[in-house]
């Protein structure tokens, strides 16, 4: 079955140290991937996407992502975190226009 | 911001009762979503829409249906409301063939 896997429910990082957030999904081919950022009480912002060509893609906000096909996985990075990205970050792969699939999400505290 | 507007933003209903949603966007965009956010499970695809009068079934349709009568708005029924249909809807709207997803604010829907 098509699906999509944050294994990280909450992660608690300081300000200013790198952050990653892991993204594994489970598809017969390679599907669009996106990753999307959700302030309390906002909709959802895109903050990059993949599609094809260079794996490492560049997003908003200092973000970027890397595509690994052999471990199916789209884990988004960020060097420094500051204390505006605390949120809670989807990831999302789409096979087709009808059929986006999102993850639980995961939850990101920044401690001062 | 993509012009996606969603009203209301907030309703409080007693179950029995029907309840309409409605996601109005000015870019003219073909496709149109609407999606419901539960805590633990993400975004889920209730039903969606490639054009005027064309609507299809998502994952999660059973007590929605879904109306399109003009290119910019899209309507969310629930004929009958029920407790577990308690969620935050999200529209999204799609224009582009990069199966990139612009998304509203939001309606938070309480069904007492």
């Known amino acids: 079955a098509q699906s999509v896997t944050q294994p990280d429910i909450h992660i608690t990082v300081s300000e200013g140290a790198s952050l990653e957030l892991r993204c594994n999904y489970s598809?017969?081919?390679?599907?669009?991937l996106f990753w999307y950022v959700q302030s309390p009480g906002q909709g959802l912002q895109l903050l990059l996407k993949?599609?094809?060509?260079?794996?490492l893609v560049q997003g908003i906000k200092g973000f970027e992502a890397e595509f690994k096909r052999s471990q199916s996985s789209f884990n988004l990075r960020k060097p420094s975190v500051h204390w505006s990205d605390a949120a809670e970050y989807f990831c999302?792969?789409?096979?087709?226009?009808?059929?986006?699939?999102f993850g639980a999400g995961t939850r990101l505290t920044v401690k001062p | 911001d993509a012009g996606i507007t969603q009203s209301p933003r907030h309703k409080v209903t007693e179950t029995g009762t029907p309840v309409t949603l409605r996601c109005h966007q000015t870019?003219?965009?073909?496709?149109m979503y609407w999606y419901r956010q539960d805590p633990g499970h993400g975004l889920r695809l209730i039903h969606y829409?490639?054009?005027?009068?064309?609507?299809d079934k998502g994952e999660v349709s059973d007590g929605y249906s879904v109306s399109r009568s003009k290119t910019e708005d899209f309507l969310l029924t629930l004929e009958s409301a029920t407790s577990s249909q308690t969620s935050v809807y999200f529209c999204?709207?799609?224009?582009?063939?990069?199966?990139?997803?612009?998304f509203g604010p939001g309606t938070r829907l309480t069904v007492l």
């Open positions: 999302a792969v789409a096979i087709n226009n009808n059929d986006m699939r």
């Open positions: 598809y017969g081919a390679t599907p669009y």
């Open positions: 993949y599609f094809s060509g260079d794996t």
């Open positions: 870019e003219n965009h073909r496709y």
């Open positions: 829409s490639y054009g005027v009068k064309d609507t």
């Open positions: 999204a709207i799609m224009g582009n063939p990069d199966n990139e997803q612009f």
